[in-house]
């Protein structure tokens, strides 16, 4: 096994990959923006001060601890930065000219129109709306939904960074693939919440999964036709994900997430899909130990998952529900209660997530119901 399984995980948030590469048997090192309190009892992990995000992370490269990295949400939008790192450390990730290449609308719209797949129109920011419909104004720079709104046709002002993408009404849903940089496999799929009201979310802020969903043969197809195409052009290597909006049984892709995603561990807990293990496997063969566990039995039923936000500022408190998964883990296949705790005390502002808590159920519709029960009750717990 590498460098003894070891693995650097590093990004916004790193506590569900963290999570994942335990499951494959490895040793991860974390460093993100939070450092949650149930990461920590986990792992080794540590704050990155959000006035040296990201360009602190390269720091980190020089450290003592053998072995390769991954990033997770948010570095994918510094491709300079992940080439810079990656001359110091081996990367298990698709390079910095995939990111350059996947990150760009109007360059992976290109590759698709070759291979005349449907994707939403887009125009940089300034040019004329010739063609009828809403839009939406994105930063280049996106993730999780933050920033994005819709148009209101004003090109006065000035901005920098953004782009305007066709706006596609539909179910909106997240696929995972495995890619080997010329190919993928498709290894499921969830529905995304996105800006629900009862998590506090802001409009178009991802906020939850539940998978995996059933999909017919005709959406597979085109799902698996959509990821080989992004991952032969690209090229993308290992985990990623594409966000869609399913229209007419359709597949328009959003956005591309050339990472491990935030719903590949419903798709673990729920179908036994062993997302770290397969992205670590794409890099090294040998990186897994023979020893490995095998996968739990699986149980029927889907994963809910959903992040609740603050309706105001407050300072999380130290007892609640969430404290047995902090003193007493469970088992690193067990659905977790909740995930990505803050510290007792931590000041959290309004708007800004607070923590993701996980339900099992018979449906989609059977998630959801629970899900919403879930937020209620922590808004009570939490603010009263």
């Not at 494959?24 to 001060?49: E, N, S, T, Y």
């Not at 300079?80 to 298990?92: N, S």
């Not at 290597?237 to 050339?258: A, K």
């Not at 561990?265 to 090294?284: G, I, K, R, T």
Request: with cysteine.
């Amino acid at each position: 096994m590498s460098a003894a399984g070891n693995l650097m995980i590093l990004g916004a948030s790193a506590r569900a990959a963290a999570f994942s590469a335990l499951r494959a048997g490895l040793k991860p090192w974390c460093a993100d923006l939070f450092a949650d309190a149930d990461l920590q009892a986990r792992c080794p992990a540590m704050r990155l001060p959000p006035d040296t995000y990201p360009q602190g992370f390269a720091d980190l490269m020089q450290t003592e601890l053998a072995g390769p990295w991954m990033y997770t949400g948010g570095l994918e939008n510094y491709p300079q930065l992940v080439r810079k790192m990656a001359a110091r450390r081996p990367l298990w990730g698709s390079a910095a000219s995939a990111l350059v290449a996947c990150r760009s609308p109007a360059v992976w719209r290109e590759h698709l129109q070759k291979e005349y797949l449907p994707s939403p129109r887009c125009l940089p920011y300034g040019a004329p709306l010739a063609a009828p419909g809403q839009w939406l104004l994105k930063p280049l720079r996106s993730c999780g939904g933050a920033g994005i709104q819709f148009f209101d046709g004003d090109h006065t002002r000035p901005r920098s960074g953004v782009y305007l993408q066709e706006y596609i009404q539909g179910e909106s849903c997240a696929a995972l693939f495995l890619g080997s940089g010329f190919s993928a496999d498709l290894l499921g799929v969830t529905r995304q919440l996105v800006g629900e009201d009862w998590l506090r979310a802001r409009p178009f802020c991802y906020c939850g999964s539940i998978g995996p969903l059933p999909v017919d043969r005709v959406l597979k197809h085109a799902l698996q036709r959509l990821g080989t195409a992004l991952a032969s052009h690209c090229p993308l290597m290992g985990l990623f994900g594409v966000d869609c909006v399913v229209r007419d049984g359709v597949p328009y892709p959003v956005e591309i997430n050339p990472r491990y995603t935030a719903s590949a561990e419903v798709l673990e807990y729920a179908a036994n899909v062993p997302a770290l293990a397969l992205h670590a496997v794409a890099f090294d063969p040998q990186a897994l130990p023979e020893d490995a566990r095998p996968l739990p039995e699986l149980r029927p039923g889907l994963v809910g998952k959903a992040i609740l936000f603050a309706r105001q500022t407050l300072d999380f408190p130290a007892d609640g529900p969430w404290r047995e998964a902090i003193e007493q883990p469970d088992d690193i296949w067990q659905l977790p209660a909740f995930a990505d705790i803050p510290h007792p005390g931590e000041c959290i502002t309004e708007g800004k997530p607070i923590l993701t808590y996980f339900v099992r159920g018979e449906s989609e519709e059977d998630c959801r119901e629970k899900l919403k029960l879930g937020a209620a009750a922590l808004e009570q717990r939490l603010f009263g």
